[in-house]
């Protein structure tokens, strides 16, 4: 679920990318059995604005930092009322040719890629997801392994309290404070370093404007929990803990078609600052 390296410069994007990037489940009340993606038909398709719908799918969309690409597959789990999904995503490509962030970073080169495995029981609403990250540009990713609970409907809204744990990983890891990078006596680690372990927990939530226009709200608290004195103590921008955001509105095209705007910032990182992209996804 998160991208950290947690006291390097470039940190913020990598963990906002990581972390709030909704997941996506089957809907609880309307599945009895887990998807056969091969015999979907129309009145079988997903509906899209649920966080919990797994379904076979493809994305395409432009960021600030590139273009991203996303493809997701239905699996059988072999689990009564269980279904399954694997995703990857690729993200940031051609960021220097079509990329607007401010960021004198942004290059042509991939910044990440993502798997995420998710899982979900139709008899209780619930699900669980591993999510593996990597992030080039910072040399840093994480593992990790999170729950998800669909709530009952509140009228238009809807909430999925989520919580997780995961290890964070680093390639020349930095074990210093914000001064000490400052002045540069950073203690660096060569080669591959695992700096500690993290605890996450927060919602995703939806609110149905229309049958075709709905908004997602999504906050998420991540905090250090273990390892290195220095990541502990400053591992999410110099601090021990982060609240990240993520706000999305989306449109349904068609049954199968949407586009979907989001942001992601945090409490050091104002919204006009923050991340910004927009994207398609078409269910097959």
């Known amino acids: 679920m998160l991208t950290i390296n947690p006291i390097r ?3 913020y994007a990598a963990i906002i990318a990581a972390t709030l990037s909704s997941p996506t489940f089957a809907e609880e009340e309307a599945n009895t059995t887990a998807v056969d993606t091969a015999a979907q038909t129309e009145e079988e398709l997903q509906d899209m604005s649920d966080p919990l719908a797994i379904f076979t799918q493809a994305g395409f969309g432009f960021s600030d930092k590139g273009i991203n690409i996303k493809y997701g597959a239905t699996y059988a789990t072999g689990k009564e009322n269980t279904a399954g999904m694997q995703l990857v995503e690729i993200k940031g490509i051609g960021g220097e040719a079509v990329g607007w ?3 004198n970073g942004r290059d042509n080169s991939i910044d990440s890629i993502r798997y995420r495995d998710f899982q979900v029981s139709f008899d209780n609403g619930r699900g669980r997801m591993i999510d593996l990250d990597y992030n080039f540009d910072t040399d840093s990713g994480s593992g990790s392994y999170n729950f998800i609970q669909a709530l009952p409907k509140f009228g238009p809204v809807q909430l999925f309290p989520l919580a997780g744990l995961g290890v964070s990983i680093a390639n020349n890891y930095q074990y210093a404070t914000p001064e000490e990078l400052q002045t540069g006596e950073s203690d660096v680690r060569d080669g591959i370093s695992v700096p500690g372990v993290f605890g996450a927990v927060g919602m995703y939530s939806v609110i149905k404007a229309t049958d075709k226009l709905w908004f997602n709200y999504n906050p998420i608290w991540m905090s250090t929990i273990g390892g290195s004195d220095k990541y502990v103590d400053y591992g999410f921008a110099g601090k021990g803990d982060i609240l ?7 449109y349904q095209i068609n049954p199968r078609l949407n586009v979907r ?6 409490e050091h990182v104002d919204y006009v600052d923050g991340d910004h992209r927009i994207e398609f996804n078409y269910q097959f």
């Open 244 to 250: 990240l955001h993520e706000a999305a509105m989306s």
């Open 9 to 11: 410069t470039g940190m």
């Open 261 to 266: 705007y989001f942001a992601n910032w945090n």
């Open 101 to 103: 962030s401010g960021n």
